[in-house]
């Protein structure tokens, strides 16, 4: 169901909201027009940072004479720079047992990739020579860089605060009812797999430019490549001693954020401190290098679970018990990650008697955190990976198993027992959508027949369901002001990564407001322009955002009625409204325009007694739950037995996100998650050898889909909005990386049925297939 894009000129005000309005944002894109971090000219000192080389490592000693001495190089730094300056150096990290984090690694590393030093050049070539220049003697440490491994009573201590290598243990759910369920059960199966590690391998590297003020002594101004400007400013600030009026911080155009810009990166912070101790501008851009050692990580889990079956198909409970590394250093989101596993593990199904238990252990890699979908990805391949060895257990459909233990809509909300209560759905709708699409019972004939000619394709489902609008708790800033010209100016704290969200804000002001579209300026991540904010992360930016401007724009327009009303000389009450105009009930040649109205606003004079000049609101949303937006994905596969190789005939994609602002922006949102759900499931893992060294850390060796990888993606969607905000909009920039992964593993699983295979382990690559066929 591919929708168009259209003109919104269109369209009235009033019809914007739910039309695929072309994007906004895209010929500047497109163009070249762009603004990225690493493209702002600041005329000062480029930063590169002196990495280790080591996963474990004790450090002897740092000779900074050779870098120091190279022409071009202004400064070089170290740990005890940093301590001795007037900087706390606070910085912002996971909750769990931890050590302080320090910028520059004072005496051990603790991961390959860990900042030592810091070089501060005239050119950014000079200072990457002369950050390699600085020279560090190591007393090599024993690393482990498998998370049971690093449970074990002669692994190696990473971090005394945590000697048995363990910084969090949680668990969820009830224990007692599942050890209950697993006792009177007529089966229980067992399930085992790992989560694959991957990078999240944005287009565009980390980047931060630092610049003092001249006219302002101790104010300092950032463009950083970041999710949340808001959250970097009380970052910089908390770290430079500064209050946050001090500190000013704008996200230029974001080349990709995925959750791996959620973090205050020791580039960002010492970007920020040299040019706060040097008095100069700094700019400091990862290479791609940096970015595979030293953003954060994401996915990899140890899952081993009990599950308790009755004969009939019916799913009584399950124990899971997972281990999970945080790398290195607990950063943020790194203890909170993890635990979505445990509060997402019922998936779409009604187990009573479900619990999760959660070790978060150290080992010597890169530290892991959120990546587009942020623990939802492996809630879903847990639960659908556990569905598809169930069926196989029972001999039973594993479309049917689903039908049997899938929540049904009156059901809603429903408590999971697990943390979480589901808002609303209609899982079986999505899949019935989805399974008529693929024509199931043909493909099941055809299977049979395909088999016969000893050729072996598959059919992977995938029925997920995900949590999106973190709240309560953590609202979002909006403010619409519409100005004397007509012409509306909207401010948001989320931040725009090359989402769309200036074109979906636009299309709620406007149809609000009944203004044109292309009146309405949005102006997004930037702190001198909103005051307040939280972020891009967790598909909240409409349910959220889009919520706070919604009821900004209504309250101008109540205060546009009220002065509308006093001019037309009549009661607010008997003021209509519609598509821009102001009109007394039963006498519309009687009426002011908003543009009219706003003019008006200008003039204290002209006003009510009551009314304050300007027409413009703050306004601010606090969801009190999150959304949960759910769906079906069924893969339809291929597998040449002889040389393993994966043929992805079909995919099929229905997901139900609510209310959609902009379909064909929603249609977009799913292909690019699928396709990086694709790469998970098939290419992507960050592999460590046994000293802690990363192998494969380039886009040479480390792959990612490309086009021709990719299959044609048919979309649909079914419409269920969510109660928990004004929109009823769910979410939807993380549904296609949630989805992918199990619906692909579980097309090839049933692909190779026929030689006994039962379990595959991402990624799914050619010789991993044709060892898994041949030692069956």
């Known amino acids: 169901m591919t929708q168009e894009m259209q003109q919104a000129e269109d369209f009235r005000p009033s019809d914007l909201v739910g039309t695929s309005v072309q994007r906004r944002e895209d010929p500047r894109l497109v163009s070249g027009e762009a603004e990225y971090t690493d493209d702002v000219q600041h005329g000062g000192l480029f930063l590169a940072l002196c990495r280790s080389r080591y996963g474990h490592a004790r450090i002897e000693e740092v000779d900074t004479s050779d870098a120091a001495a190279m022409p071009g190089v202004e400064a070089v730094y170290t740990a005890d720079d940093v301590a001795a300056s007037d900087a706390p150096g606070s910085i912002r990290g996971g909750s769990g047992a931890a050590p302080d984090q320090t910028l520059l690694a004072e005496e051990t590393v603790t991961f390959q990739g860990q900042p030592i030093a810091a070089v501060l050049a005239d050119d950014r070539y000079t200072a990457t020579e002369a950050a390699e220049a600085v020279d560090v003697s190591y007393e090599r440490l024993p690393a482990v860089v498998d998370p049971e491994a690093a449970l074990g009573d002669d692994a190696p201590t990473i971090h005394d605060v945590a000697p048995d290598n363990v910084t969090f243990e949680w668990d969820t759910g009830d224990a007692d009812a599942a050890d209950a369920a697993l006792a009177d059960a007529d089966r229980v199966v067992d399930v085992e797999f790992t989560i694959n590690r991957v990078v999240p391998t944005a287009m565009e590297p980390r980047s931060a430019v630092a610049e003092p003020d001249p006219d302002d002594d101790g104010h300092l101004s950032l463009a950083v490549s970041v999710q949340n400007p808001h959250q970097m400013r009380e970052d910089v600030a908390a770290f430079l001693g500064l209050s946050e009026d001090r500190v000013d911080v704008r996200s230029p155009d974001v080349g990709g954020g995925f959750g791996g810009k959620l973090q205050p990166y020791p580039g960002y912070l010492a970007a920020a401190w040299a040019a706060h101790e040097f008095g100069q501008p700094v700019k400091w851009t990862a290479t791609r290098t940096e970015e595979f050692l030293s953003m954060v990580h994401s996915r990899e889990h140890v899952v081993s679970a009990e599950v308790a079956v009755s004969d009939e198909g019916n799913i009584r409970g399950f124990r899971a018990d997972t281990v999970a590394p945080v790398g290195g250093v607990l950063v943020s989101g790194g203890d909170v990650v993890p635990k979505n596993l445990g509060l997402m593990g019922n998936g779409q199904y009604d187990i009573p008697g479900a619990y999760v238990d959660v070790t978060g252990v150290y080992t010597n890699t890169t530290p892991l955190s959120a990546y587009r979908g942020a623990g939802r990805p492996e809630a879903t391949y847990f639960t659908e990976r556990l569905i598809r060895t169930v069926a196989a257990d029972l001999e039973m459909d594993p479309v049917e198993l689903r ?111 009944g203004v044109p579209f292309e009146d309405v300026e949005v102006r997004l991540g930037d702190t001198s322009e909103t005051e307040e904010g939280t972020g891009t992360f967790g598909s909240r930016a409409m349910a959220v955002g889009g919520s706070a401007l919604k009821e900004g724009a209504e309250a101008v327009r109540e205060k546009a009625r009220e002065i509308a009303a006093h001019h037309l000389e009549a009661s607010p009450e008997d003021i209509a409204f519609e598509d821009g105009e102001f009109a007394i009930r039963g006498a519309p040649d009687r009426s002011l325009s908003m543009a009219e109205v706003a003019e008006l606003a200008a003039d204290p004079e002209t006003l009510p007694a009551d009314v304050d000049p300007g027409l413009d609101a703050t306004a601010s949303y606090d969801p009190p739950n999150y959304t949960f937006p759910f769906g079906t994905h069924v893969a339809i596969v291929e597998v040449d037995p002889d040389t393993g190789e994966i043929q992805i005939e079909r995919y099929v994609a229905v997901d139900d996100v609510g209310a959609q602002i902009n379909p064909t922006i929603v249609e977009g949102q799913v292909h690019g998650g699928i396709v990086q759900g694709l790469g998970q499931a098939l290419y992507e893992e960050a592999d460590y050898d046994d000293n802690g060294t990363l192998v494969g850390g380039s886009l040479q060796d480390y792959a990612v889909p490309r086009a021709h990888h990719v299959p044609e993606i048919e979309w649909d969607s079914t419409v269920t909005e969510s109660p928990h905000n004004p929109l009823g909009v769910k979410g939807v920039g993380e549904a296609g990386t949630i989805a992918a992964p199990p619906a692909i593993v579980n097309a090839v699983v049933d692909a190779l049925e026929p030689f006994g295979v039962r379990s595959l382990e991402m990624p799914l690559t050619q010789e991993r297939i044709w060892r898994a066929i041949h030692e069956s």
Request: net charge negative.
């Open 403 to 513: 039908r049997r233990n899938q929540l049904r809509p009156e059901q809603f909300p429903f408590e999971t027992g697990l943390g979480r209560t589901y808002d609303s759905g209609d899982y079986e709708r999505t899949m019935d959508v989805a399974l008529a699409k693929i024509d199931y019972e043909a493909f099941r004939e055809r299977q049979a027949r395909l088999r016969e000619e000893d050729r072996y394709v598959g059919i992977g489902v995938s029925a997920y369901v995900e949590a999106c609008g973190v709240g309560p708790g953590i609202e979002e800033f909006g403010a619409v002001e519409v100005q004397p010209s007509g012409e509306v100016l909207v401010r948001s704290g989320t931040a725009e990564i090359g989402t769309g969200h200036a074109t979906g804000y636009a299309q709620i002001v406007a149809r609000e407001l």
